[in-house]
């Protein structure tokens, strides 16, 4: 069987515009949260965010791509700037007919097309709309292929180009295709991964009447509570990060740092609900043991949980129960943490972000914390690492997603063991 590892990391987040900058923020337990500044958010039941400071042209953009791309897709290529760059990958020299492209998204290019829907309506006075007032680049925000296609044509990617777009599952969806064509032979190198630019008058609307997102608009920073009794929903996030999957033997014959490889992917549906979940959280426990069985992993064998940890009751609870069912006993026994704590919920972006937390916990040896936890809630019993992060060695570490029409995926990613065993 035809492994995948992971040889590049990039980020783009709140509080962490590269992969560097993005550790320091959720290994500190300090969050990134604050009131809304990318436009008025009075009159908005949730005023608050977890927005990146990011600039294109620092990242590496030109002025063309950033007047052409929505901001998800410039997120995307920055990230995939760093991941190729820290894979140490000349693209010019690789087989690009190898090279695939994997990138989820959950809503797309919602901020050029709100901004051109206002410019062509007026502020929506007007019914019938002139198109000639629209962005010559509108229909690439409609169309969400834009994003593979844009990372893409940065690389010369000529392998199999794809977006996934599975609810707040996409990111993990994502990566966890790029790692299916190379176990196919589909590819030999995938930039794997996901972004999400959410925070736009448009998206805070649609989390409004059902309340999902926090309220607490005078304290934004504590406002993302996972895990805590006194949770009252996400704060809404924005962010990407991007992946490099190689075959594993091509990997180490070129002499590449291997963080880790994915050991194994799953997902499934629960048929129930657009965005209601079972409690007993079975079909998340279905994914994490068929995850598990790829990657002959045991309970035991996992020493890091990073948690879809949204801070809905729902989530929290439904989450708890589905690593009971599928860990048992062991489940009291592994760090747990969410870092939307600190930086929000990108929506479909977040899983890659979580991905990418991963690799580095795996790397660098440390459990990022889950901040803002204060009170423990009754039916949220296990150890959420709260608020300080835990220096641990981590061999694997499952990552969880649970999306909106009743996607439900688990992915873990591992030391290999040739690494374990010379204690790389």
Request: net charge negative; glycine share 10%.
């Amino acid at each position: 069987m035809r492994r995948s590892a992971v040889t590049g990391v990039g980020v783009v987040a709140p509080g962490g515009v590269n992969r560097e900058a993005f550790w320091d923020r959720i290994t500190s337990g300090k969050t990134a949260t604050r009131k809304i500044t990318f436009f008025d958010p009075e009159g908005f039941r949730s005023q608050i965010a977890a927005e990146a400071d990011f600039d294109p042209t620092e990242a590496g953009l030109d002025d063309q791509e950033v007047n052409r791309m929505d901001r998800y897709v410039q997120f995307a290529v920055a990230a995939a700037i760093e991941a190729v760059n820290d894979a140490g990958l000349d693209v010019e020299q690789v087989d690009r007919e190898r090279m695939a492209v994997t990138l989820g998204s959950a809503v797309g290019g919602t901020m050029v097309l709100e901004r051109d829907y206002v410019v062509v309506s007026n502020h929506g006075q007007k019914w019938l709309v002139d198109h000639e007032y629209a962005s010559p680049f509108l229909y690439q925000a409609l169309v969400p292929s834009t994003l593979a296609s844009e990372v893409a044509l940065r690389f010369g990617a000529q392998g199999p180009s794809v977006v996934v777009s599975t609810g707040c599952t996409s990111g993990i969806d994502g990566i966890g295709y790029g790692h299916q064509l190379i176990q196919d032979g589909e590819a030999d190198i995938v930039i794997a991964g996901a972004s999400e630019t959410g925070i736009s008058p448009i998206s805070m609307a649609c989390f409004d009447p059902i309340k999902a997102t926090s309220r607490r608009n005078d304290d934004a920073e504590h406002a993302s509570r996972p895990f805590d009794r006194d949770r009252d929903g996400f704060v809404m996030g924005e962010g990407s990060a991007v992946l490099i999957l190689e075959e594993f033997e091509a990997a180490q014959a070129r002499g590449a740092h291997i963080y880790c490889e994915v050991a194994g992917y799953a997902n499934r549906g629960n048929a129930y609900h657009m965005t209601g979940l079972r409690p007993d959280g079975a079909e998340m426990a279905e994914a994490i043991l068929d995850a598990m069985s790829q990657g002959g992993i045991e309970p035991e064998d996992i020493d890091y949980i990073n948690a879809h940890g949204s801070g809905t009751k729902q989530n929290d609870r439904h989450e708890t129960a589905a690593y009971k069912r599928a860990l048992g006993d062991q489940a009291y026994k592994i760090p747990i943490s969410s870092i939307k704590s600190m930086i929000g919920h990108s929506l479909g972006g977040i899983g890659a972000v979580e991905m990418a937390a991963c690799a580095l916990a795996i790397d660098r040896g440390v459990v990022p914390p889950t901040a803002n936890w204060e009170n423990p809630d009754p039916e949220c019993d296990l150890d959420y690492t709260p608020n300080e992060a835990k220096r641990k060695q981590v061999d694997a570490a499952l990552s969880t997603g649970s999306g909106f029409g009743g996607f439900q995926s688990a992915m873990i990613l591992a030391r290999p063991k040739e690494l374990q065993e010379v204690g790389i």
